[in-house]
T-cell receptor, first 113, second 113 residues
Framework: KAGVTQTPRYLIKTRGQQVTLSCSPI?????VSWYQQTPGQGLQFLFE???????NKGNFPGRFSGRQFSNSRSEMNVSTLELGDSALYLC????????????FGQGTRLTVV | QKEVEQDPGPLSVPEGAIVSLNCTYS??????FMWYRQYSRKGPELLMY????GNKEDGRFTAQVDKSSKYISLFIRDSQPSDSATYLC?????????????FGTGTRLQVTL
């Protein structure tokens, strides 16, 4: 059974640019959550999507946005990149929005220069 | 003060030792408790999942939750060099917020030969 797939694995962008990250959840899972991991702040919740609707949102600025498609795949977008956005972005897959057994992908390492 | 506190370590133990990892939390609404293992440059891997207070055992791993003290623990018996990783505790609240995990900063464990 395939796990959570995140693409790309590594990304280098310039300040001011925008970036889109992709996540394909485990087959049959309908909830996708996004997290940012940095050495200073650890893992922080960005948002969660279930049935193409955002169900929960963390304390991040509006530059961070996401969406979910009918096949449960999700994308996360960051606009007007800042140096502080450099982080490992992790996607977690759950059966439903109320299921807390979350399985993570390998992450996308974003470096903003 | 962070909602979830976890000693960052590093914690160094000899092979075969019993390892105790702990987290404290302040939010009494947390009901679901998880432990993840994260190897360098990889996504977190779900190890243990418990609901409310009590113990849960899975092979060499035992998770304990004491909601009255707001304290959770992970014990690893007969530790192996392959257990060397960062261990993250995570927790979430009741219906409606179950998918929003709050993480500790992680404890780095080194098991030496």
């Amino acid at each position: 059974k395939a796990g959570v797939t995140q693409t790309p694995r590594y990304l280098i962008k310039t300040r001011g640019q925008q970036v889109t990250l992709s996540c394909s959840p485990i087959s049959g899972h309908r909830s996708v959550s996004w997290y940012q991991q940095t050495p200073g702040q650890g893992l922080q919740f960005l948002f969660e999507y279930f049935s193409e609707t955002q169900r929960n949102k963390g304390n991040f600025p509006g530059r961070f946005s996401g969406r979910q498609f009918s096949n449960s795949r999700s994308e996360m977008n960051v606009s007007t990149l800042e140096l502080g956005d450099s982080a490992l972005y992790l996607c977690a897959s759950s059966l439903t929005s109320q299921n807390t057994e979350a399985f993570f992908g390998q992450g996308t390492r974003l470096t903003v220069v | 003060q962070k909602e979830v506190e976890q000693d960052p370590g590093p914690l160094s133990v000899p092979e075969g030792a019993i390892v105790s990892l702990n987290c404290t939390y302040s939010n009494s609404a947390f009901q679901y408790f998880m432990w993840y293992r994260q190897y360098s440059r990889k996504g977190p891997e779900l190890l243990m999942y418990t609901y409310s207070s009590g113990n849960k055992e899975d092979g060499r791993f035992t998770a304990q939750v004491d909601k009255s003290s707001k304290y959770i623990s992970l014990f690893i018996r007969d530790s192996q060099p392959s257990d060397s990783a960062t261990y993250l505790c995570a927790m979430s609240g009741p219906t409606g917020t179950a998918s929003k995990l709050t993480f500790g900063t992680g404890t780095r464990l080194q098991v030496t030969l």
